[in-house]
């Protein structure tokens, strides 16, 4: 870790594209939420935007930093050329739609200071559209199934609580929202950072899951609070969004997962994949559907990539975790038993006899 005389303590790199009504709407609030005199700076990442970004920008004059990428070429590719050119102990990584609150970098800098083990901090995620309510992508904290599906303290599949301050420990997750996603500059340096092959979904959980088998942990910071719009990069329920989803999960699973699940499991969530395009085409998703086998394609189109890459991530692992990974099926959970809370699952392993 860098020494804190030479560099700032906290860099909050927002990252934009073309989202000048999100930086009017929202960028003043984050520029008077930095504390003064606590090394914390905030820089926007601005992603090759062709609108009056630059123009508005200047407004703030001192008050931030800008860094300009001359080509987008995606999200991670954004955050990967930015922050290659920013200086700090902790990078905030800021998506363009969050509403922050008062206070909200104090307590995750806290966190950070009670163990040196934390890699990763996010804070409550809740909805800015219904803001009683958790927000899809992150929510209170994200975990994954046995088959590596996503879900979250407060949002499986379509469910989405309310916040009722039910879950408002501070908690060890298993993967962090790229909303709002804090992060030792070192470790994000030395795990290799997001993959710039996701383009844009699951790169966090992703880089969470290297992260966890490096031996860090990922927390959760419910007294840190923001809002988020969602769905500024890839629209949900998109098409776009159901071929990275699916083709990223496959990518991911094979990065990460043990030898000994790794073809067993991708060939599970092949199976899996196959029951969501029939669902999708007798509801008349058609393009969806199709989605699904244009990701299954690419994925098998670059496997020797997947595969080198694989190898890499491999030789680095300290050990396989199991800390946030349901022992269970969540779709079978929540489909067939209707679980519909994360309060109400059962993380008993199951029995392998």
């Known amino acids: 870790m860098q020494n804190s005389t030479t560099s700032p303590k906290l860099a909050v790199a927002l990252l934009c594209y073309n989202n000048k009504d999100l930086l009017e709407q929202f960028l003043p609030s984050i520029v008077n939420s930095i504390p003064k005199d606590q090394g914390v700076k905030l820089v926007v990442i601005d992603n090759a935007s062709t609108d009056d970004t630059q123009d508005y920008l200047k407004q703030f004059g001192s008050q931030l930093e800008v860094v300009t990428i001359p080509v987008n070429r995606g999200f991670t590719n954004g955050y990967k050329v930015g922050l290659e050119q920013i200086d700090a102990e902790i990078f905030c990584l800021l998506s363009s739609d969050v509403e922050i609150s008062a206070s909200w ?9 009670t163990d040196s083990n934390i890699g990763v901090i996010q804070p409550k995620i809740k909805s ?22 996503p879900f979250c303290r407060g949002r499986i599949f379509y469910d989405i609580e309310k916040d009722e ?124 559907a199709f989605a699904i086998i244009k990701a299954h394609w690419s994925f098998f189109l670059s496997l020797k990539k997947w595969l080198d890459k694989r190898k890499e991530i491999q030789s680095h692992i300290v050990k396989h975790t199991t800390s946030g990974i349901y022992p269970k099926s969540i779709v079978y959970t929540y489909f067939v038993r209707g679980k519909r809370k994360f309060s109400e699952l059962d993380w008993t392993p199951l029995n392998k006899g």
Do not use: T
Not at 129 to 146: L, P, Q, S, T, W
């Open 165 to 288: 301050s039910q879950y408002d420990d501070p908690a060890e997750i298993f993967w962090a929202s790229g909303a709002c996603f804090f992060i030792r500059a070192e470790l994000y340096k030395s795990s290799g950072g997001l993959d710039d092959d996701f383009y844009a979904h699951m790169e966090e959980i992703d880089l969470c899951w290297r992260i966890k088998n490096q031996g860090y942990k990922i927390m959760v910071c419910p007294s840190s609070e923001v809002f988020h719009v969602g769905g500024a990069v890839i629209a949900y329920g998109s098409s776009q969004k159901v071929f990275r989803n699916h083709r990223n999960n496959l990518i991911m699973l094979l990065k990460n997962l043990p030898a000994d699940q790794v073809v067993g499991k991708i060939i599970l969530r092949l199976f899996m994949d196959a029951l969501a395009f029939v669902n999708m085409a007798m509801r008349g998703q058609i393009i969806a």
């Open 128 to 149: 800015w559209h219904r803001k009683d309510e958790f927000e899809y992508a992150g929510a209170g904290g994200g975990y994954i199934d046995y088959q590596g599906y």
């Open 105 to 113: 970098i104090e307590p995750v800098l806290k966190m950070f200071e």
